[in-house]
């Protein structure tokens, strides 16, 4: 192995253990509602909606949301996989199971649990490591006392119910449910390569898309 492979694979386990600690470092922040610290993880110019970029009007938009919708939460992050684009760009899932206190209308508060992932993109700017933008895929946000049994699992109070994208991005979940299967022994596909296990996943579909507001 020369000196530069070696470096290089140095480089990409620093890399690794850097964006890891983005997931954590975003739960923390978003948690204790140090929102300078938060918004920081992002890139400089992370776009916000559709007219405006910046962690200025992130920052703004965050503290609307969080005043208006949450007491208090508190976000537990799991399973995480990163795949690298090149050395400075990179993707990744990484699961969250949520908790908040959220009121209602009607003066009650409600203890909401959530369970989600995270489809990421990472970039490197000046050497660290940034958020380039988080979509949230949800699976169900339910009262404690009330399993999200059946259609519309996304149950906020004072809100109608919806599907959250939880299963969306991955084809295979509706490859399994719509092919039940045969007599014949099932054909097991070649493995994935290397940083490309969540593409094939995908089976190459195109990035998934923010929608802008």
């Known amino acids: 192995m020369t000196d530069s492979q070696l470096l290089a694979r140095i480089d990409r386990l620093e890399s690794l253990d850097e964006i890891r600690q983005l997931a954590a470092k975003y739960s923390l922040s978003l948690d204790m509602r140090d929102l300078d610290a938060h918004v920081n993880l992002f890139a400089h ?20 949301t969080l005043r208006l919708q949450f007491t208090g939460t508190s976000h537990h992050i799991g399973n995480h996989i990163i795949e690298f684009d090149d050395p400075d760009h990179a993707h990744g899932v990484v ?12 003066g009650d508060t409600e203890w909401v649990i959530m369970q989600m992932l995270y489809w990421d993109n990472y970039e490197r700017i000046d050497g660290r490591w940034y958020f380039r933008r988080r979509l949230p895929c949800y699976w169900y946000a339910t009262d404690l006392n009330k399993p ?28 399994f449910w719509d092919n039940p299967p045969g007599d014949n022994v099932a054909e097991v596909a070649a493995p994935a390569p290397i940083d490309e296990f969540l593409k094939t996943m995908r089976r190459d579909a195109a990035e998934p898309k923010i929608r802008v507001r």
């Open 148 to 175: 999200p049994i059946g259609d519309n699992k996304m149950r906020w109070p004072d809100r109608e119910q919806y599907e959250g994208a939880f299963h969306a991005l991955w084809p295979s979940w509706h490859e």
């Open 45 to 64: 110019d992370i776009r916000v909606s559709r007219d405006k970029t910046g962690r200025e009007h992130l920052k703004h938009w965050l503290d609307d």
């Open 95 to 106: 699961y969250s199971k949520n908790e908040h206190e959220t009121p209602c209308a009607n």
